[in-house]
């Protein structure tokens, strides 16, 4: 993992790689600039795919189940922008239900959420990263067991330096 698009993570004693937005990190985050928001984000919630994985024990986050019907609206021009939603939806939309596993284990970041502000990012989660490492579109990506063990032993917010 080389670039703008490597990162680490720090949890206790533990240093783990994660992937970041191929655009790297930025202070000012815009819609489709492909970087990683930089701050300090608090973990909202957990969104996992029940048909294929066993929610880790021991998460004390609010979580929940994802369906073939949940997406996430990334139109900034829509009241709901920024927000999870029911396919189909009218505005443009990540899907959740994913067939690459990426959304297979997930937290929502606290990240342009309170308020929402139209254009300045969206869809930003804590996930799962490609085989391959490869950049993500302006999340933070970690390998599985990785992602596991933080929601696992009570993460509860991200900091991503500038």
């Not at 606290?110 to 085989?131: C, E, K, M, T």
């Not at 302006?138 to 696992?152: E, H, I, S, T």
Request: proline residues 7%.
């Amino acid at each position: 993992m080389l670039g703008r698009s490597a990162g680490v993570l720090e949890f206790g004693p533990r240093i783990l790689r994660c992937v970041l937005g191929a655009g790297g990190v930025s202070l000012h985050k815009q819609e489709g600039d492909g970087t990683t928001p930089a701050g300090l984000h608090a973990l909202r919630r957990v969104l996992y795919r029940a048909d294929r994985i066993a929610l880790p024990a021991g998460i004390r986050l609010p979580r929940e189940p994802i369906a073939p019907d949940d997406g996430w609206c990334d139109d900034p021009t829509h009241r709901d922008y920024n927000r999870q939603v029911r396919l189909p939806h009218e505005a443009r939309h990540e899907r959740l239900w994913r067939d690459d596993g990426l959304y297979d284990l997930m937290a929502v970041l606290a990240y342009n959420d309170d308020p929402v502000q139209r254009g300045n990012g969206s869809a930003i989660f804590l996930h799962v990263a490609r085989g391959d490492e490869a950049p993500t579109e302006g999340c933070v990506a970690l390998a599985m067991p990785d992602l596991r063990w933080l929601l696992q032993n009570g993460m509860q917010a991200i900091e991503v330096p500038a």
